[in-house]
């Protein structure tokens, strides 16, 4: 039947009982479910581990000014690999090192989830952050709240300012020349 028809006869459940066979041109069939794939890959999100680096020495603005980096990392939807690194004797007092990574976990707990505990390697002692996406979407969903009442509140600014100038203005030089009627008007102009 498929010869007489020119496709082929592909078997598409071999589990089934019966098995399941369909006539179909299977070039043709290869070619949509690759296609298929193309387009599932193009809408996939590529995760990337992006890495912050200091060591203990570091000074607080320095800290929230790499903080701040990775806030913005982990909002872009990569993962962040904070790192600090010892150098010479400074290994001799991990702790120092692992009070500052919890202090940068912490300002980031409003965003991101603690993937990898912190871990000494070697030299370094790292945790691996990864973005938070329900804590994320409520993020921006108060945001955009705050930001539709500011835009509200500056409508209605607007509007209180074309009201004003809009309305008459009466002032000193109204009530000025309603008082003195000698001619001296045209000599002031």
Request: proline share 3%.
């Amino acid at each position: 039947m498929a010869r007489q028809r020119d496709v082929d006869l592909v078997e598409v459940a071999a589990q089934a009982s019966p098995p399941v066979a369909r006539l179909m041109d299977f070039g043709r069939y290869k070619y949509e479910q690759s296609k298929k794939e193309r387009e599932a890959r193009k809408h996939q999100v590529n995760v990337q581990l992006r890495e912050v680096r200091m060591k203990p020495k570091i000074d607080d603005h320095d800290v929230d000014f790499k903080t701040r980096t990775a806030a913005k990392l982990l909002k872009e939807g990569d993962k962040v690999k904070v790192t600090v690194m010892f150098r010479g004797r400074e290994i001799t007092h991990p702790q120092i090192g692992k009070a500052l990574l919890d202090r940068v976990v912490k300002s980031l707990e409003h965003i991101a989830v603690v993937e990898k505990e912190a871990m000494l390697e070697g030299r370094q002692m790292t945790v691996i952050l990864a973005p938070d996406k329900k804590k994320l979407a409520a993020l921006a969903k108060a945001s955009a709240q705050k930001q539709a009442e500011a835009s509200a509140a500056e409508e209605e600014d607007e509007a209180v300012a074309a009201a004003a100038a809009a309305a008459p203005v009466v002032g000193d030089d109204d009530l000025d020349s309603d008082d003195d009627d000698d001619g001296d008007d045209a000599e002031e102009e």
